[in-house]
């Protein structure tokens, strides 16, 4: 089983839905990311999460260190939003004295006009 | 202020050969990550540095290696080249002290094809 769980793998949505990308690892961590990638390979860095809600203009990312679970949400969905998203998670290695980081598969989104 | 570069953006090795990348970071930045992203495995950290010091590094064999110079820049060396390190190779910098402000900004990429 993987450290970091993405789903879907894949969404397409309306222009205007409100989209919601799930993320769950099974390590404890420092830190959680969120990035986006557009074709072509750019990675913009969305958020960076220790703890509760972040948001960013229509970005909304949350974090329940408890349940190990992080979520994305985007706002009145537009097309420009269409990338891959890809949550990592940023984890002590065994002694403590190094981190390493270790990313989700990414979710495909697609959204139509 | 300019962003990250990196070159070559794109190369084309055969097995068996060495490759240099390389990564000039956001000016003031003082730390480079090295990451690999291919179809069947993702985005997989290599390394980092910081202040000239490798100061982490992913599960790697020791054909990949790095280095950082004084002014920040960096660059990967990957020797005896096989098929499956055909990838993209993305480099991003930070400040690097850690914290919520420590965004990474990713350059572009380098697209390596072993033949």
């Known amino acids: 089983k993987n450290e970091v769980e993405q789903s879907p793998q894949n969404l397409t949505a309306q222009e205007g839905e409100f989209i919601t990308i799930n993320c769950s690892y099974s390590?404890?961590?420092?830190?959680l990311h969120w990035l986006q990638q557009h074709p072509g390979g750019g990675i913009v860095s969305l958020f960076m999460l220790s703890s509760g809600k972040k948001k960013h203009g229509r970005l909304i990312a949350t974090i329940n260190i408890q349940e190990k679970h992080s979520s994305l949400h985007i706002t009145a969905s537009h097309p420009r939003d269409s990338a891959v998203y890809i949550c990592a998670v940023r984890s002590w290695t065994s002694g403590g004295s190094n981190y390493k980081l270790t990313f989700g598969k990414g979710t495909l989104l697609t959204v139509n006009p | 202020k300019a962003g990250v570069t990196q070159t070559p953006r794109y190369l084309i090795k055969t097995r068996g050969q060495q490759v240099t990348l390389s990564c000039s970071p956001i000016s003031g930045h003082r730390s480079v990550s090295w990451y690999q992203q291919t179809p069947g495995q993702g985005l997989q950290f290599l390394f980092e540095y910081f202040s000239e010091t490798q100061r982490n590094k992913g599960n790697f064999p020791g054909r990949f290696s790095g280095r950082q110079f004084s002014n920040s820049r960096s660059e990967m060396n990957v020797s005896t080249l096989e098929l499956g390190d055909s990838a993209l190779y993305l480099c991003?910098?930070?400040?690097?002290?850690?914290?919520?402000?420590?965004?990474?900004?990713f350059g572009p990429g380098t697209r390596l094809t072993v033949l």
């Open positions: 991003a910098s930070s400040l690097g002290f850690g914290g919520a402000r420590d965004t990474q900004y």
């Open positions: 390590v404890g961590i420092s830190a």
